[in-house]
């Protein structure tokens, strides 16, 4: 059974900062891996899609890299900005599958002016 | 708007109760998702359609629980006999067949058990 674990679990820095916020699998079979943005009370927002044979994308001030035969991936946010709080999910689909999304718990950012 | 609609937001309803969810998926998008997120995890995976067909559901979806899409269109998710364990946000989202598949999410409808 895929396991998502994100790490850590609740981040506050001041703003501007850079920040990575990370995210590991169980299962390296995968067949793509994205990241969420979910603000408080509402549904989720795709933020980046990795496919499995990508080892990163980009948009705008995040970046995402994966790492597949360790089971990782980074969401690296530059210049963070109070508009950034909210909490950040990563999930992956696993290659039997192909469809449903394993979720970690997310990690609780939150930015200070 | 063209993204996933969800209705309604929220539903507060009494133990025993049957209530109904609609989910209206982007147009082009011909897989359609329902996951549940309890407060402080991550959403959990119910089950999934290709077009009108239902071809997986998780074993968190008991014989309580059923889902349509009738037409390949939009779809509804079904809870007879509520009970205060289901109290969840109930999330739908659609994709692709092709290409990178990316999961698109609605609202999501927030249920309350009293």
């Known amino acids: 059974k895929q396991e998502v674990t994100q790490i850590p679990a609740a981040l506050s820095v001041p703003e501007g900062e850079n920040l990575v916020l990370n995210c590991s699998f169980t299962d390296s079979a995968i067949y793509n891996l994205q990241w969420f943005r979910q603000d408080p009370g509402k549904g989720l927002t795709s933020l980046l899609l990795i496919q499995s044979s990508q080892r990163e994308q980009t948009s705008g001030r995040l970046n995402a890299s994966l790492d597949k035969s360790s089971g990782r991936s980074t969401l690296y946010i530059a210049a963070s900005q109070p508009g950034d709080s909210a909490t950040y999910l990563c999930a992956v689909v696993n290659s039997n599958s192909g469809y449903a999304l394993n979720f970690g718990k997310g990690t609780s950012l939150l930015v200070t002016p | 708007d063209t993204g996933v609609s969800q209705n309604p937001r929220h539903k507060i309803t009494k133990r025993g109760q049957n209530v109904t969810f609609r989910c209206d998926p982007i147009?082009?998008?011909?897989?359609l998702y329902w996951y549940r997120q309890t407060l402080g995890q991550g959403p959990e995976f119910l089950t999934y359609f290709q077009n009108e067909a239902q071809l997986e559901k998780s074993r968190l979806l008991s014989d309580r629980f059923s889902a349509e899409r009738p037409k390949g269109s939009f779809s509804t998710l079904e809870i007879q006999r509520t009970e205060q364990g289901d109290s969840a946000m109930y999330l739908c989202?659609?994709?692709?067949?092709?290409?990178?598949?990316?999961?698109?999410f609605g609202p999501g409808t927030r249920l309350t058990v009293l």
């Open positions: 989202a659609s994709s692709p067949w092709t290409g990178e598949r990316t999961q698109y």
């Open positions: 147009s082009e998008h011909n897989r």
